[in-house]
């Protein structure tokens, strides 16, 4: 699955610019665009734009879902009315992290690591 030999120019001989290439292929957007059909998608709805980031890193107990009441002290019933006057205590850590794209050619990544915990497999090239 390679239509039009979806590739990237890079410009061999050209060390200052190793790295870089331009894209010769079809993205899907093109693709779709060739055979008269528009790529697969939604368009999301004004609350989707407008909220997208809400409760992200809200840390909830099951027993809160029980109460009908989050940690941040507002009640799923009556969202308007706070049951609570102080900032909630996360119970739990957690932190986003990021699953980087593994399929570099020259992994910034591999060459900061002190302790070489990152790798590249020579098989197949995944950091």
């Known amino acids: ?17 190793a790295p870089y290439g331009v894209f010769e292929g079809m993205t ?3 693709a779709g665009a060739k055979i008269g059909q528009a ?34 002290g507002f009640s799923r019933d009556e969202p308007w009315r706070l049951t609570g006057s102080s900032l909630p205590e996360h119970e739990t850590f957690f932190f986003y992290l990021q699953r980087i794209c593994n399929h570099c050619t020259y992994p910034g990544c591999l060459a900061a690591c002190p302790r070489k915990a990152i790798y590249k497999r020579p098989e197949d090239g995944i950091v």
């Open 1 to 17: 699955v390679n239509p039009g030999g979806q590739v990237w120019n890079v410009r061999v001989g050209r060390k200052h610019h």
């Open 28 to 30: 899907i957007f093109d």
């Open 39 to 72: 790529a697969i998608g939604y368009i999301p709805t004004d609350q989707e734009w407008r909220f997208v980031n809400i409760y992200e890193d809200t840390a909830t107990s099951m027993r809160s879902l029980v109460e009908g009441i989050d940690k941040s």
